[in-house]
């Protein structure tokens, strides 16, 4: 049988359910800085390099939420989320910050949009990783605080800032994300 690490993959694909594609393009135009390469009644494509995505938008009744808890882009650094986090709010989404919080096992900062469906994008980078069960940390994304649209603490920015000068000599972590999670 052949491992999938051994067959040439292009992107990743996700479809995306949304109420109206319309409203959902002016979101996704100002958080992936591009135009759509196809428009059609009912559907979007973006087809994107930097990260490599096949992402549609396809209008169907959305009534709530489902079975998708959230999507994300892995950075490697506290300075790159802030700096697509200052990108977001200059194109006119509502980003809110998440640093030094605990998330799938793991020690993270990153910033979340939401899309006018309840979408949530986080951009994210693993300050430490595999941190024991039992210990306090939260295993799943997206937490209560996160979820309720949080306003950032003042404590952010200086937060942030340790973040940046502990990342810049720390070696470069994975993600790890517990089972059911993110």
Not at 152 to 162: C, G
């Amino acid at each position: 049988m052949t491992a999938l690490h051994s067959i040439p993959t292009l992107k990743a694909h996700v479809a995306l359910n949304v109420r109206n594609v319309e409203e959902s393009l002016a979101f996704y135009r100002a958080m992936f800085a591009t135009e759509p390469v196809k428009v059609r009644t009912g559907y979007a494509k973006f087809d994107l390099d930097n990260p490599p995505l096949n992402f549609t938008l396809n209008e169907n009744r959305v009534d709530g939420p489902g079975a998708l808890s959230h999507m994300g882009i892995q950075v490697e650094s506290t300075a790159e989320v802030l700096a697509l986090r200052d990108l977001w709010a200059e194109r006119g989404l509502s980003p809110r910050d998440e640093m030094a919080t605990t998330c799938c096992y793991a020690v993270q900062n990153k910033a979340w949009v939401c899309d006018p469906d309840g979408n949530e994008w986080e951009v994210f980078t693993v300050l430490k990783d595999n941190l024991p069960e039992g210990a306090g940390y939260d295993a799943c994304c997206g937490s209560s605080d996160a979820k309720a649209g949080a306003a950032p603490s003042d404590t952010t920015a200086a937060i942030a800032a340790a973040a940046i000068a502990a990342t810049e000599t720390a070696p470069r972590a994975e993600a790890c994300c517990a089972p059911g999670c993110c």
